[in-house]
DNA sequence: TAACTACCTAGACCATACTCTAGGTCAAGA
DNA sequence: TCTTGACCTAGAGTATGGTCTAGGTAGTTA
C-alpha cells in the first residue's frame, strides 16, 4: 500500500502524511525499491486513530504520545493516553453543553423581543 | 471602563481586544481626551459573547457575522445566526458523542487484553 | 519511444489567531 | 520634578497545522 492509497483509505491527504511524518508524528514509512513509502494494515489503524483523535480537537503534539505508545506495543501507556484523552472528552462535552445551554437561552429571549 | 477593565471583565487580553478591534471583529472604540479607549457594558457584554463563541470553536470570521448584527440592533440577523450557531453546537455534540463511544469501545478493548 | 501517472525531496508559502516589541504619551502619586 | 503605570500606534514575530511548488525519478500504457 502506497501514500495515494493509504491516504483514500484514511482520508488523509498526501502532504498531510508526510508532513506526519516529517513531524516524528508517525514513524518514518519503509520504503520500496523505487524509493516510495509502503503501507501496512497497522499504519491505517493508526493514521484513522490520529484523524479520529485530531477531528476531536487533541493537538498533534498530544496525539504523537499516544502514536508513540502505540508503536511500542505497550498497552497500558496507549491505555493511559486514551483515558485521559476520554477524559478530556467528557470535559469538552460538559463545556458543549453549557454553550448550548446559554446559547438556546439567548434565542428564546431574542425570539420573544 | 478603559481596555485594562474590560479586559479584566471578560478575560480576554489587551492585546487580543486591539487585535480583535483592527480585524474589524468589533467596532473602533471611541477614544477619551488622552486617545484611550472607553468601553461601556454593551462592549462587555459583545466581548463576553465572543468569547463564548470563540471557546465553542467558532472561527473570527463567523463571530464577525454575529457582532455586525449585535451593532444593527437586527434582532432576526443575531436570531438566525444564533440559531444557526445552535445547530452547529448540536452538530459538535454528535460528533463529540461518536468519537467518546469510539474511544470508549477501544479503552474497554485495551483493558480486556 | 513518448506520454502519463504516482511518487520522491527540500523547502517555501499560507491561514488563523494571537502575542509581543519599540518607541512614545499622559496623569497621578512620592 | 521624577517615576510609575496604563495606555497609544505600527508593525514584527510566534504557534499550529497544514498545503503547495520546483525539479526530478520510476514504472505503465498507447
New interface residues.
Given amino acids: 500500500m502506497k501514500i495515494g492509497a493509504i491516504s483514500k483509505a484514511t482520508g488523509l491527504g498526501i502532504h498531510t502524511i508526510r508532513f506526519y511524518e516529517k513531524k516524528g508524528l508517525i514513524h518514518r514509512a519503509k520504503k520500496d525499491d523505487s524509493g516510495h513509502r509502503v503501507y501496512n494494515s497497522k499504519d491505517v489503524e493508526l493514521l484513522n486513530w490520529i484523524a ?1 483523535m485530531k ?2 480537537g487533541m493537538p498533534l503534539s498530544r496525539i504523537e504520545n499516544y502514536a508513540h505508545a502505540f508503536y511500542s506495543d505497550n ?1 497500558l501507556a ?2 493511559n493516553i ?2 485521559d ?2 477524559n478530556k ?2 470535559q ?2 460538559a ?3 453549557h ?2 445551554d ?3 437561552e ?2 428564546a429571549r ?2 420573544k ?1
Wanted: hydrophobic share 35%.
Fill in positions: 479520529c477531528n476531536s498497552n496507549s491505555l486514551l483515558e484523552h476520554l472528552l467528557y469538552q462535552q463545556d458543549l453543553q454553550y448550548i446559554v446559547t438556546s439567548k434565542v431574542l425570539k423581543s
